[in-house]
Structure formats: structure tokens, C-alpha cells
């Protein structure tokens, strides 16, 4: 848990500013987060409104037509363990994650893992509020899920978060905690009905316990669709569903042990290089060259490139991760308004 | 003259939201039942504010519009309002996991908004299944803590977080709990006679906390009795026998509806 803070305000337009450095300047901001891209000829620009409030951090966003994308590439560089709640004020949205694909409209409520892929496309102009909170205290599982308009849920969230934007600039630092605490709850209570059928949870529980089982044995040799089928009790065509989205199990699994080795070439902690034949040996490929050509293949890069730019990764702490994010608001030029 | 109540309050936990229609009220812990559970209300009044005053009317407090006010139901208070007001009783250990029941009026302007929003986040979380609810009644919890907090701090306050800490030790009794004050054991006693003498206090803060579990999604999979193991209670029947005494109601059902049937806590007075 951070220190408690008082509230603090950052404002950043980027639409008063020539086209290519406004848009620059968008990307810049959004960068820990998200890939925009333009749609149209409209230069990608929006406005930001934001407060950190201890370990939160609650922004009403404007921005024009774009598609922002969360992918492999992005995560790899070390994403934030926090949801955003995104409520759409105005404009319409589409929805991607792999597994959905859902339009949103005005009053809508999405839930989203920064941890996970996503892409949201927007047509027209649109007006957001965004908060994100630490995922530590609501529970896991929770991403891509959309409180429509007219429900119980998505009422008692907005208004909510409503209220909390009117009372921010009023509230003191030492009731930070018990306010994020009374929103991790609304949102535990909001999030617990409106997940999809119970089959899916179980779906998906048993897909993460499984991914956090290949993480923990990323490095045995002998990982593989037979450990895993041995060890879950499943068969081969019952696993291989279960991550069908992602190519399969073997797919995951080679996945992860390239991002593995993406970490340990992006670790610039002083220690040199690592040694390219053993992090393949590591990784169970069967020589450097096809651990290099596999490498290429999935970041667009080559491994001695990746080393060389030592690409500089967010903090893994999701408290110190918003205020990083928020600080990262602070340094950007601003326009006067 | 009567002043009509609004008896169709909306339940959620152990949380019951009543508005109260203009009149005079009176305030009062539960009579007729054995329990030793204490209630405190927040009061919501938005045009008008609202005057509350002892029961023989000899110290009156004028509340002021727009400021939510937490009172704790100590001793039977009289309430006056001009208009509706929006009142929510909970039991005191939800406040801050106490189970003295102080004398306290607290009032938080800084707060004012997020806690008018309550009879809303409260009606919408009636169309929640029960687990829903239970994290929203611990979503109130915490926006309440703030008004409890803010209060100045009084001789009580020491001795309520010295029994705090003293609930989780087996062996915790009142030689070492005075020696931790630096008070006599007999004046530790005459202090907390009161509110039922030391041991009684000790073990409603012990039984609170396993009331707060029971409520809690978190240990919903739970049963007492794992539960239990975690309660520096000595016998289960002791903790079973004093559970009942304090709540009404079994463990096992008070899990399952948390409000017993005891009687109203806010009485209409003739004028």
C-alpha cells in the first residue's frame, strides 16, 4: 500500500496543438497503456482530466474517432496489474478481446484488465470517464466485462463514480483507503451476478490456473500437453479447447517462454548479455537459430536489437504503476487552455 | 398526534435504510430482546436539518442541512425533522469494529456527497443475488469509517483499541489489559461497567468479528465451525451460547438472514 495522498489534479489537451505534434503528443501519454491509431484522416488527439487519489486514478477523457490497441508487443513491456473502468459518456464504441466482441453504447460500463490484450474502436468522437484501481482487493477474472445501461449494476457503479468525481477535490488523503476499499467492494458486488454463466467462470478459472501452472514450470523440460493433461485430469482435445483463442496449449506455453526470454534480455541491470544458446536450452528450443527466428517472429525485432534499446518496463506494482502512470501525465507538455 | 412512519424499509445484510417521513422520532436500542447488539443510525436530511435531543429533551442538537450525521442509538434519543430524511441503522461493530456503543454524533461535510448516494448504491443493490450485496453492505462499511474516524479522540478510545487487541489473545484478561492502559484493574473495571464490564466486552468484540466474517463473501465457502478455529473461544458451546445471547440468532442463521426479528428502533412519539 502506498503512502496516503491528497488528491492531485493533471489536465492535458492535445487538440489545441498542430496536428502531428498533438497527435505525437497523445500517443505519448498513451503509451503505457494503449497503441492508438487513426481510423480515418482525423488526427488521433483527445483531451485528459485526471486525479490520482491515493492508489486510484479517475480521468474523464475526450478523443477523436481511433482504434487503441493493447497487444503482445505492449504487455511484454510490463503492464499495469490494475482494471480500468471505463464508462462511455458519449459516443460509440466496439469491444474486441479475442473472446468478445461487443458494441458499447452511451451509459455502458466496461471492465478491463490492463494486463490483457484488447482492442476498443471508435467511429465518432467520444467522452470517457476512465478509474483505475489496483486489481489486488477485486478478484481476478473480471476483464472484457460490460455492465449494460439499463442494469442495477452498471446504475450503482456510475453513479458512484459520479459522486467520487464531484467529492474529489474536497476529499482528504487520510480517507483514501477506506474510499478504495468502498469501491473494490461495489465493484466485487457489481461484477459477482454479471459474469457469464457459471461454466464459463469455471472455464476460465481452470484456463488461468493452468497458465499460472505453465509459468511456475516454464523452465521444466519436460512441460508439455501430456504433463499438463496428466496433471489436470484432462484429455488432449478438452485441453487443447481451452485455449483454442490462443492456437493451443503449445502455442501458450512457446509464448510465454519467448516473453520469458524477452524479460531476461530487457533486465539491463548490469549483468551483460545473456548467453543466447543457453537462454534456447532454457527454453526448450533446440538450437539459438530457432529460438532467434521464433523471437523475430513474435516481436518484430531481433533479440540482440531488444538488447541493445533495453526497453525500460513499468514498475510491477500496480499502486506505484498509477502514480508512475499519472506522473508520466504530469511530464508531458501541457496547452494552455 | 402520531407522526407516520414509513415502515418498508429496504434490507441489505444487516443494513436497513427507513425514510422517515417529518415528525418526531425516538431513537432506542432494542427492547423486549435479550440481545446485546447496539445500532447506530446515519442520518441523511437534505432541504431541512433535523434537531436531536436527549430523551427528556434537556440537550438539543441542531443538525444542519446537507450534512450526513452518524448517531449512535446509546441512550434513547429524540429526533425532530422538518422533512423526509433517509435513515440508514446499522450495527455499531460496523463501524469500526467496536462494540462499545459511545455517545457520538459525527458529521463529515467532506464526505457529504458520496454518503447522500447511499439510499441509491442501496436500491440498486437490492437487484443484486445475496453475495452482491454482502460486498456492497462492506462497500458502505468503508465509506462510513471516515465519520468514525473523524471523531476527536476521548479516554474511551484508548481503552477500545487496547480490548481490540486484546480480543485476538486466549489469554488475554484484565490484570494485563489495565497494566497496557496503566490504569488499576478495579479502575479498568468501574470504567467499563457501563457497557457490561470488561469480560462482556472482550467477548462482543470476539463475537463481532466472527458476525462481520459470517458476512463476509470472502469466507462464504467457510464453515462456522472452520471458522471457529480462528476464535480464541475456548469451547464451541461457549461460543454458541454467547453468539445467540448477543445476536438472537444461531450462527448458522444469522449467516443466512442476518437481520433477527427484533423490534423497531425508531419509534414514532406523540408530539
Same mark, same amino acid.
Not at chain 1, 66 to 74: A, E, F, G, K, Y
Given at each position: 500500500?502506498?503512502?496516503t495522498?491528497a488528491p492531485?489534479r493533471?489536465?492535458?489537451y ?7 505534434e ?12 494503449t497503441t ?12 485528459v482530466?485526471a486525479?490520482?487519489?491515493?492508489d ?7 478523443a477523436t474517432p481511433q ?5 503482445r508487443?505492449?504487455l511484454?513491456a ?5 482494471y ?11 469491444y ?7 458494441a458499447?453504447?452511451?451509459g ?9 490484450k484488447?482492442t476498443?474502436t471508435?467511429?465518432t468522437?467520444n467522452?470517457?470517464i476512465?478509474l483505475?484501481v489496483?486489481?489486488?482487493?477485486v478478484?481476478?477474472?473480471l476483464?472484457g466485462?460490460?455492465?449494460?445501461r439499463q442494469?442495477a449494476q ?5 453513479r458512484?463514480?459520479d ?13 483514501c ?7 473494490q467492494?461495489?465493484?466485487?458486488a457489481?461484477?459477482?451476478e454479471?459474469g ?5 467462470h469455471?472455464q ?5 490456473d493452468?497458465?499460472?501452472?505453465i509459468?511456475r514450470h516454464l523452465?521444466d523440460s519436460r512441460?508439455g500437453?501430456?504433463t499438463?493433461c496428466r496433471?489436470y485430469r484432462?484429455?488432449r482435445?478438452?485441453?487443447y479447447r481451452l485455449f483454442r483463442?490462443?492456437?493451443?496449449v503449445?502455442?501458450v ?6 516473453d520469458?526470454?524477452?524479460?531476461q534480455?530487457?533486465r539491463g541491470?548490469g549483468?551483460g548479455?545473456p548467453?543466447?544458446?543457453?537462454l534456447?536450452?532454457?527454453c526448450?528450443f533446440a538450437?539459438?537459430r530457432?529460438?532467434?527466428?521464433a ?16 526497453a525500460?518496463?513499468?514498475?510491477a ?7 508512475g ?5 504530469g511530464q ?6 | 398526534m ?9 434490507r441489505?445484510?444487516d443494513?436497513?435504510?427507513y425514510?422517515?417521513e417529518?415528525?418526531n422520532?425516538r431513537? $432506542?436500542? &432494542? ?10 443510525s446515519?442520518?441523511l436530511a ?13 440537550v438539543? $442538537?441542531?443538525l444542519?442541512?446537507n450534512t450526513?450525521c452518524?448517531?449512535?442509538h446509546?441512550?434513547s434519543?429524540r429526533i425532530?425533522?422538518?422533512e423526509?430524511?433517509w435513515?440508514?441503522r446499522?450495527p455499531?461493530f460496523?463501524?469500526s469494529g467496536?462494540?462499545l456503543?459511545l &455517545?457520538?454524533i459525527?458529521m463529515?461535510?467532506?464526505m ?8 441509491a448504491?442501496?436500491?440498486d ?6 453475495v452482491?450485496q454482502?460486498h456492497a453492505a ?12 473523524n471523531?476527536?479522540?476521548?479516554d ?13 489473545k486466549t489469554d488475554?484478561?484484565?490484570v494485563?489489559?489495565?497494566k ?11 470504567t467499563?461497567?457501563p457497557?457490561?464490564?470488561f469480560?462482556t466486552?472482550?467477548?462482543a ?5 466472527m458476525a ?13 465451525k472452520?471458522l471457529l478455529h480462528d476464535?480464541p473461544f475456548e469451547?464451541?458451546d461457549q461460543?454458541?451460547?454467547l453468539?445467540k445471547q448477543?445476536y438472537a ?5 444469522w ?6 426479528t ?10
Amino acid at each position: 500500500m502506498t503512502m496516503t495522498k491528497a488528491p492531485a489534479r493533471q489536465k492535458l489537451y492535445t487538440d489545441h496543438l498542430p496536428s502531428r505534434e498533438g497527435e505525437a503528443l497523445w500517443h505519448e501519454l498513451l503509451a503505457p497503456i494503449t497503441t492508438p491509431q487513426r481510423l480515418h484522416r482525423t488526427p488521433t488527439v483527445g483531451r485528459v482530466d485526471a486525479w490520482l487519489y491515493g492508489d486510484m486514478l479517475i480521468s474523464e477523457a475526450r478523443a477523436t474517432p481511433q482504434r487503441t490497441i493493447r497487444n503482445r508487443q505492449q504487455l511484454a513491456a510490463g503492464p499495469l496489474p490494475a482494471y480500468n473502468l471505463l464508462i462511455v459518456l458519449d459516443g460509440q464504441m466496439r469491444y474486441e478481446d479475442g473472446q468478445r466482441d461487443c458494441a458499447l453504447q452511451p451509459g455502458d460500463l466496461l471492465i478491463e484488465d490492463l494486463t490483457e490484450k484488447r482492442t476498443i474502436t471508435t467511429q465518432t468522437h467520444n467522452r470517457t470517464i476512465n478509474l483505475m484501481v489496483p486489481k489486488e482487493g477485486v478478484g481476478e477474472g473480471l476483464h472484457g466485462l460490460i455492465l449494460e445501461r439499463q442494469s442495477a449494476q452498471a446504475r450503482l457503479l456510475s453513479r458512484h463514480v459520479d459522486a467520487l468525481l464531484e467529492s474529489i477535490p474536497t476529499l482528504p488523503a487520510q480517507h483514501c483507503d477506506d474510499i478504495l476499499n468502498a469501491l473494490q467492494r461495489l465493484i466485487a458486488a457489481c461484477a459477482g451476478e454479471c459474469g457469464s454463466e457459471s461454466h464459463r467462470h469455471v472455464q476460465r478459472a481452470l484456463r488461468d490456473d493452468i497458465e499460472r501452472y505453465i509459468e511456475r514450470h516454464l523452465l521444466d523440460s519436460r512441460l508439455g500437453n501430456a504433463t499438463l493433461c496428466r496433471h489436470y485430469r484432462l484429455s488432449r482435445t478438452q485441453l487443447y479447447r481451452l485455449f483454442r483463442q490462443e492456437g493451443g496449449v503449445t502455442e501458450v506455453i512457446r509464448r510465454k517462454r519467448l516473453d520469458w526470454a524477452h524479460d531476461q534480455l530487457c533486465r539491463g541491470d548490469g549483468r551483460g548479455k545473456p548467453d543466447v544458446e543457453a537462454l534456447a536450452l532454457l527454453c526448450g528450443f533446440a538450437s539459438e537459430r530457432a529460438l532467434a527466428t521464433a523471437y523475430q517472429e513474435q516481436y518484430a525485432m531481433t533479440m540482440e536489437d531488444t538488447w541493445h534499446a533495453n526497453a525500460t518496463s513499468l514498475p510491477a506494482d500496480g499502486s506505484q504503476g498509477l502514480t508512475g502512470l499519472f506522473s508520466h501525465l504530469g511530464q508531458l507538455p501541457r496547452t494552455p487552455t | 398526534m402520531i407522526a407516520p412512519f414509513t415502515h418498508t424499509p429496504l434490507r441489505i445484510a444487516d443494513l436497513v435504510l427507513y425514510r422517515l417521513e417529518a415528525g418526531n422520532y425516538r431513537l $432506542t436500542a &432494542p427492547e423486549g430482546s435479550r440481545s446485546t447488539l447496539r445500532y447506530a443510525s446515519l442520518l441523511l436530511a437534505e432541504s431541512a436539518g433535523c434537531r436531536l435531543s436527549n430523551d427528556d429533551g434537556s440537550v438539543s $442538537t441542531w443538525l444542519p442541512t446537507n450534512t450526513p450525521c452518524l448517531t449512535a442509538h446509546h441512550v434513547s434519543q429524540r429526533i425532530a425533522i422538518a422533512e423526509p430524511i433517509w435513515v440508514l441503522r446499522l450495527p455499531t461493530f460496523r463501524l469500526s469494529g467496536c462494540p462499545l456503543s459511545l &455517545p457520538m454524533i459525527a458529521m463529515a461535510q467532506e464526505m457529504q456527497v458520496l454518503l447522500f448516494s447511499i439510499p441509491a448504491i442501496l436500491a440498486d443493490a437490492a437487484h443484486l443475488p445475496p453475495v452482491g450485496q454482502r460486498h456492497a453492505a462492506l462497500a458502505i462499511e468503508s465509506l462510513l469509517h471516515p465519520l468514525v474516524h473523524n471523531r476527536p479522540s476521548s479516554d474511551s478510545a484508548e481503552i477500545i483499541s487496547v480490548i481490540m487487541r486484546a480480543e485476538r489473545k486466549t489469554d488475554a484478561d484484565a490484570v494485563s489489559t489495565a497494566k497496557a492502559l496503566g490504569m488499576s484493574r478495579s479502575r479498568l473495571y468501574e470504567t467499563l461497567r457501563p457497557y457490561g464490564g470488561f469480560h462482556t466486552l472482550l467477548n462482543a468484540a470476539r463475537l463481532d468479528r466472527m458476525a462481520r466474517r459470517l458476512l463476509m463473501p470472502e469466507y462464504a465457502e467457510h464453515s462456522v465451525k472452520e471458522l471457529l478455529h480462528d476464535m480464541p473461544f475456548e469451547r464451541a458451546d461457549q461460543f454458541h451460547r454467547l453468539f445467540k445471547q448477543r445476536y438472537a440468532n444461531t450462527a448458522s442463521q444469522w449467516r443466512s438472514d442476518p437481520l433477527p426479528t427484533l423490534p423497531a428502533t425508531i419509534d414514532p412519539m406523540p408530539l
